[in-house]
């Protein structure tokens, strides 16, 4: 097969503009992984790569990934808030590739809270 | 010390980040005959004053602002110059920062390069809103990714967006 090309992308757009043209389009879930310098040694890249391998094998395209940077609460990175549409952030703390592998599959995709993990809900952190 | 060189770019993109950079490069030249790594890393953020870049440099550098410094800058700066190489920082306010570094490749305390796809991607798809330009040099072999081309072909199209994450996945495979 041949080498994949910047131009091929225009085909994958003309493809994602047929199979999304009658959704919204709109972000169900922004899921941002907070990246400090803390965050980042504590493995804050490998929790991002597995949230988007998980988006990619699953294949939504309601999901959005951002990072931000330390929240202050280096002791519990990595950290990860959850905002769902009509629902308010919960934030994880103590996050690895695996946990995260189960927030995106039982939490974002099914809409459940995985509680052991959270630090937070709202702006109200519960531990 | 930080154990991969990609920990190293990750904290600095980090902070470009954070100083609002819509324009981030990073430049990587690998060349084996020279036994040389360098990279250098350069944004068009909010930038610092001459003498906070000397702060930043020098955690134990006193000045009166008293503005708390990290980590991330001066550990890239002791690893390149543990590793036999040379580190500078210019920085510009309201114009950007420059930061190299460069390290001799068989220094035997040089931390493993690391993931470089893995990085480019999570850089680029968890800050859609910047443009990156990777340049990445291994013995006179240049790759070059631009965000801004890609965005160009894909119009409305997020480039976070699964089936874009896929072909960039692929993309970096056959390439790097
Ligand atoms: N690219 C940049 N543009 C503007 N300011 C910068 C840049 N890089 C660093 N700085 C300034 O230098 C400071 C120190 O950076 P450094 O990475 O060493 O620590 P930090 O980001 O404050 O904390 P951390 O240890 O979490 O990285 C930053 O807080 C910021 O004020
Ligand atoms: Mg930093």
Redesign the interface.
């Known amino acids: 097969m041949a080498k994949l090309t910047i131009e091929d992308l225009r085909k994958i757009k003309e493809k994602v503009h047929a199979e999304t043209s009658l959704r919204d389009g709109a972000w169900r879930v922004k899921v941002t992984v907070h990246m400090g310098t803390c965050g980042i040694v504590s493995g804050a890249r490998e929790v991002m790569s597995a949230l988007i391998q998980e988006i990619e094998e699953a294949g939504v395209t309601d999901v959005m990934v951002t990072t931000s940077g330390c929240m202050g609460l280096c002791s519990r990175e990595p950290l990860v808030t959850v905002e769902a549409m009509e629902q308010e952030p919960i934030k994880y703390e103590y996050m690895n590739a695996n946990k995260m592998r189960q927030v995106f599959k039982r939490h974002i995709l099914q809409g459940e809270v995985q509680t052991p993990f959270v630090l937070a809900k709202g702006a109200e952190i519960i531990k | 010390m ?1 154990n991969e060189i ?2 190293h770019i ?2 600095i993109v ?1 902070n470009s ?2 100083a609002e950079a819509k324009n981030i490069c990073i430049f990587i030249t690998r060349d084996n005959k020279k036994n040389f790594l360098s990279m250098k890393i350069v944004d068009d953020g909010k930038g610092m004053s001459e003498e906070m870049a000397k702060k930043v440099v020098d955690p134990f550098f006193s000045t009166k602002t008293g503005k708390k410094t ?3 800058v001066p550990l890239l700066k002791g690893t390149a110059e543990h590793c036999g190489g040379n580190f500078y920082l210019k920085s510009k306010v309201r114009k950007g920062t420059e930061i190299y570094s460069s390290f001799v490749l068989n220094h035997p305390d040089l931390p493993l390069l690391g993931n470089i796809k ?2 480019i ?2 850089s680029v ?4 809103e910047v443009d990156f330009k990777f340049h990445y040099t291994i013995n006179g072999n240049r790759f070059i990714l631009d965000t801004k ?2 965005k160009a ?3 409305d ?2 480039i ?8 960039l ?3 970096l495979d ?2 790097l």
């Open positions: 930080v990609c920990v990750m904290d980090a980040l954070t990290g980590l991330g893995e990085t991607l999570v798809i968890s800050n859609p081309e890609i072909q894909l119009g199209v997020p976070n967006h699964p089936e874009i994450i896929k072909f996945r692929i993309y056959e390439n």
